[in-house]
């Protein structure tokens, strides 16, 4: 049994500045990541952030992330565990974890859970041939190995990461057929959806994918038009000789841990699923328990920054350490949230907190408990 | 398919390995994972489900288990994240495979 402090789950960047904002408190950290690297998402978004300004939106993903990654190696007290996935947190305490075919048991007094979201998928004949992949799996693909999913490719979903994936195909050499979006609306920023009608790929609104056409491996797709009701129009069907389709439908909160220690958790679609309810420190309804990042509520990377570093403050302030500038840094890292948050962008984001967070009065007194 | 010049990405491959896929002898390099090296050389079918029906990886980030595969003998390898290692032994898996 490994003796910790705070034990972080997840080394993505919610996780890592999470384990910096407590390191740097004094804390001993133990930093437990599933991927032989660090990083999580970041390693592979190549282009320019879509955050904001403040939180180094002119750079890219893949640079962040090793600036981060360079930070946590450096504090002495925080011990990095790669290839290390957590299997299990228990009522008395217990962590139990995974590496390299080792089970290993841990002992925190406070955890940080920030193991991020997993990609939705979307129902239709076929959905499960091989070549039908998700957006964030393309760009590991591409981006991280260099390898190209295959030749022509039917992007579903025209959000930002759509979007960016389809540009960055493009980039990799491969041909976007089209972008397919069953709302009558592109949900990505305008500047993105732009670049990619400049290169000239059709960005098709109020269609959706009917079905997908193959033996062994996706061979076409047959897109199809909605009408005001969001129903198939017969007859409006088109087939794409298409050897690649990504499935960019949102993220949802990989939760399981959350589930499994027994957090307080609530459906709110704003965020991507079920989430965990919290207090405005991040504190998820248990005691020492707190959470950062997509995991609780899908929102962007920017925001997994502050919100680690919040929650990395806040179990350094419950583990009894004193910070002289914490009142500080605590608004801090609240006001860099809702400026983020701000403006017609964050209002779904918004209206999901609300439901998501708990009021200061029902927490305090008997929490946990 | 792999990807040889890049606008912004410069690709730093590892040392060339040799695996072997269903016996045949197939390439990849160190850092890459068993799914990246067997796309790179064509192959998208990693298993076949219980119905027959054939499966590849989905989420790529070792999240959704669509990705099984059978590696030096032991099934239900997520090969989207498993490292490829010089003379790995990789086999398509059959239905949920062996437990052993
Ligand atoms: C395809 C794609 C493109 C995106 N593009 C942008 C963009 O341009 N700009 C932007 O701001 N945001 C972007 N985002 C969103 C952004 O990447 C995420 O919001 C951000 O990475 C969330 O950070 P996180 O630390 O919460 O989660 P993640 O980055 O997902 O990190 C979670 C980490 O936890 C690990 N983990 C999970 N389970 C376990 C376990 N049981 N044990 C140990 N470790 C575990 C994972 O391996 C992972 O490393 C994009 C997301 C995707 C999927
Ligand atoms: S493709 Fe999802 S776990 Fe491997």
Request: contains cysteine; glycine residues 12%.
């Given at each position: 049994?490994?003796?910790?402090?705070?034990?972080?789950?997840?080394?993505?960047?919610?996780?890592?500045?999470?384990?910096i904002?407590?390191?740097?408190?004094?804390?001993d950290?133990?930093?437990?990541?599933?991927?032989?690297?660090?990083?999580?998402?970041?390693?592979?978004?190549?282009?320019?952030?879509?955050?904001?300004?403040?939180?180094?939106?002119?750079?890219?993903?893949?640079?962040?992330?090793?600036?981060?990654?360079?930070?946590?190696?450096?504090?002495?007290?925080?011990?990095?565990?790669?290839?290390?996935t957590?299997l299990?947190?228990?009522?008395?305490?217990?962590?139990?974890?995974?590496?390299?075919?080792?089970?290993?048991?841990?002992?925190?007094?406070?955890?940080?859970?920030?193991?991020?979201?997993?990609?939705?998928?979307?129902?239709?004949?076929?959905?499960?041939?091989?070549?039908?992949?998700?957006?964030?799996?393309?760009?590991?693909?591409?981006?991280?190995?260099?390898?190209?999913?295959g030749?022509?490719?039917?992007?579903?979903?025209?959000?930002?990461?759509?979007?960016?994936?389809?540009?960055?195909?493009?980039?990799?050499?491969?041909?976007?057929e089209?972008?397919?979006?069953?709302?009558?609306?592109?949900?990505?920023?305008?500047?993105?959806?732009?670049?990619?009608?400049?290169?000239?790929?059709?960005?098709?609104?109020?269609h959706?994918?009917?079905?997908?056409?193959?033996?062994?491996?996706?061979?076409?797709?047959?897109?199809?038009?909605?009408?005001?009701?969001?129903?198939?129009?017969?007859?409006?069907?088109?087939?794409?000789?298409?050897?690649?389709?990504?499935?960019?439908?949102?993220?949802?909160?990989?939760?399981?841990?959350?589930?499994?220690?027994?957090?307080?958790?609530?459906?709110?679609?704003?965020?991507?699923?079920?989430?965990?309810?919290?207090?405005?420190?991040?504190?998820?309804?248990?005691?020492?328990?707190?959470?950062?990042?997509?995991?609780?509520?899908?929102?962007?990377?920017?925001?997994?920054?502050?919100?680690?570093?919040?929650?990395?403050l806040s179990?350094?302030?419950?583990?009894g350490?004193k910070?002289?500038?914490?009142?500080?840094?605590?608004?801090?890292?609240?006001?860099?949230?809702?400026?983020?948050?701000?403006?017609?962008?964050?209002?779904?984001?918004?209206?999901?907190?609300?439901?998501?967070l708990?009021?200061?009065?029902?927490?305090n007194?008997?929490?946990?408990? | 398919?792999?990807?040889?010049?890049?606008?912004?990405?410069?690709?730093?491959?590892?040392?060339?390995?040799?695996?072997?896929?269903?016996?045949?002898?197939?390439?990849?390099?160190?850092?890459?994972?068993?799914?990246?090296?067997?796309?790179?050389?064509?192959v998208?079918?990693?298993?076949?489900?219980?119905?027959n029906?054939?499966r590849?990886?989905?989420?790529?980030?070792?999240n959704?288990?669509?990705?099984?595969?059978?590696?030096?003998?032991?099934?239900?390898?997520?090969v989207?994240?498993?490292?490829?290692?010089?003379?790995?032994?990789?086999?398509?898996?059959?239905?949920?495979?062996?437990?052993?």
């Open positions: 049994m490994k003796n910790v402090e705070l034990l972080v789950i997840g080394g993505g960047p919610a996780g890592l500045c999470a384990a904002s407590a390191a740097e408190a004094g804390v950290v133990l930093l437990a990541e599933r991927d032989e690297w660090l990083g999580g998402q970041l390693v592979k978004q190549t282009h320019m952030f879509f955050g904001s300004e403040k939180q180094q939106a002119s750079v890219r993903g893949v640079d962040i992330g090793k600036i981060l990654v360079k930070k946590v190696e450096d504090y002495k007290n925080i011990e990095v565990m790669e290839n290390a957590v299990g947190l228990y009522e008395d305490g217990v962590v139990t974890l995974q590496q390299d075919g080792n089970y290993v048991k841990v002992h925190p007094k406070s955890v940080v859970i920030t193991t991020g979201a997993s990609e939705k998928t979307l129902v239709f004949p076929n959905n499960d041939l091989p070549g039908v992949y998700g957006a964030g799996a393309v760009q590991t693909l591409m981006n991280v190995y260099g390898v190209k999913p030749n022509k490719v039917l992007m579903v979903g025209a959000g930002n990461i759509g979007l960016i994936v389809s540009y960055q195909l493009m980039q990799a050499g491969v041909e976007v089209a972008i397919v979006d069953a709302s009558p609306n592109i949900g990505g920023y305008l500047v993105h959806a732009s670049k990619i009608r400049r290169m000239g790929i059709p960005i098709l609104t109020r959706t994918v009917k079905e997908a056409i193959g033996k062994e491996a996706l061979e076409a797709a047959v897109i199809w038009e909605l009408d005001d009701k969001w129903q198939p129009i017969p007859g409006s069907e088109k087939k794409l000789d298409v050897d690649v389709m990504c499935i960019s439908v949102g993220l949802t909160p990989l939760s399981e841990l959350l589930w499994q220690i027994g957090c307080r958790m609530e459906f709110v679609g704003e965020l991507g699923g079920f989430v965990p309810i919290r207090n405005d420190k991040l504190q998820t309804s248990l005691d020492g328990i707190f959470v950062a990042g997509d995991v609780a509520g899908v929102e962007e990377a920017s925001s997994a920054m502050v919100e680690g570093s919040l929650a990395g179990a350094s302030s419950y583990l350490y910070i002289d500038v914490e009142k500080e840094l605590e608004r801090d890292y609240l006001n860099q949230l809702s400026d983020l948050r701000s403006g017609p962008v964050g209002e779904k984001i918004r209206q999901g907190l609300a439901k998501a708990i009021s200061q009065e029902v927490t007194p008997g929490q946990g408990s | 398919m792999r990807i040889e010049e890049h606008p912004v990405l410069e690709f730093k491959r590892g040392k060339k390995v040799y695996f072997t896929y269903d016996g045949e002898k197939l390439e990849g390099y160190e850092g890459e994972t068993i799914a990246a090296a067997l796309h790179a050389a064509g998208k079918v990693l298993s076949h489900s219980d119905r029906r054939p590849g990886f989905y989420c790529a980030i070792g959704c288990s669509s990705c099984f595969m059978e590696v030096n003998g032991v099934s239900n390898v997520k989207c994240i498993e490292p490829l290692r010089e003379d790995m032994d990789v086999k398509t898996q059959k239905g949920k495979g062996k437990i052993v």
